[in-house]
Nanobody, 125 residues
Framework: VQLQASGGGLVQVGGSLRLSCKAS????????MGWFRRAPGKEREFVSA???????TYADSVKGRFSISSDNVANTLFLQMNSLEFEDTSVYYC????????????????????WGQGTLVTVSS
């Protein structure tokens, strides 16, 4: 299994970015996928998850601003990020897990089996 994250970059406060995570060696529609991020000097934290039933989960800090989705034909996961804030500056990682989850059950990083390499998002003024 390989996960290739892309789409990061430099964006101004209030702007938008869409991250992509191309999966190979697995079928996205049968997996539960997640996005995590690590800000400078901080621990990696949960951002969002999408299970195979289509149930979405979001961290409180991104609710209403970020949206997770997938294109199962392209086997690609997305994270649409709107109204970006300074605090969103991080390296963003996509990950997959075998066991399904919803809600806080998706937060545990140890339950994710495969990880992408990360893509840097920098929010500036």
């Amino acid at each position: 299994v390989q996960l290739q994250a892309s789409g990061g970059g430099l964006v101004q406060v209030g702007g938008s970015l869409r991250l992509s995570c191309k999966a190979s060696g697995m079928t996205l529609s049968r997996a539960t996928m997640g996005w995590f991020r690590r800000a400078p000097g901080k621990e990696r934290e949960f951002v969002s998850a999408l299970n195979w039933r289509g149930t979405t989960t979001y961290a409180d800090s991104v609710k209403g601003r970020f949206s997770i989705s997938s294109d199962n034909v392209a086997n690609t996961l997305f994270l649409q990020m709107n109204s970006l804030e300074f605090e969103d500056t991080s390296v963003y990682y996509c990950a997959s897990r075998i066991a399904s989850c919803s809600g806080v059950g998706c937060y545990d990083q140890r339950q994710y089996n495969y990880w992408g390499q990360g893509t840097l998002v920098t929010v500036s003024s």
